[in-house]
Nanobody
Framework: QVQLVESGGGLVRPGGSLNVSCAAS????????MGWYRQVPGKQRELVAT???????NYADSVKGRFTVSRDNVKNTVYLQMNSLKPEDTAIYYC?????????????WGQGTQVTVSS
């Protein structure tokens, strides 16, 4: 199963920017989609942004216009550029890879990276 390793999280002030990366252990071209999700203690994990193998993107309403998801198929890496960060963006950000095999959908998750937005 693919291994996903996130990096780039940290502490940033409100209004600042951060770029998090997700490196995959194998080619990401074979996945139907890759994406970013986030979770805060006591709440369900929520979708932040996804990007399909064809490059189509989808964003949560709360991050539209501020976050950009992209992928580099040569480096097998997915990125999340986060601008105009708000305290409510504070969460653990998880990378996800999804693929279909024999009509079933499978998911793999990274270990997560902490993003804290605070003054």
């Amino acid at each position: 199963q693919v291994q996903l390793v996130e990096s780039g999280g940290g502490l940033v002030r409100p209004g600042g920017s951060l770029n998090v990366s997700c490196a995959a252990s194998e080619s990401i071209s074979s996945f139907n989609a890759m994406g970013w999700y986030r979770q805060v203690p006591g709440k369900q994990r929520e979708l932040v942004a996804t990007i399909t193998s064809s490059g189509s993107t989808n964003y949560a309403d709360s991050v539209k216009g501020r976050f950009t998801v992209s992928r580099d198929n040569v480096k097998n890496t997915v990125y999340l550029q986060m601008n105009s960060l708000k305290p409510e963006d504070t969460a653990i950000y998880y990378c996800n890879a999804a693929w279909t095999f024999r009509f079933r959908t499978y998911n793999s998750w990274g270990q997560g990276t902490q993003v804290t937005v605070s003054s």
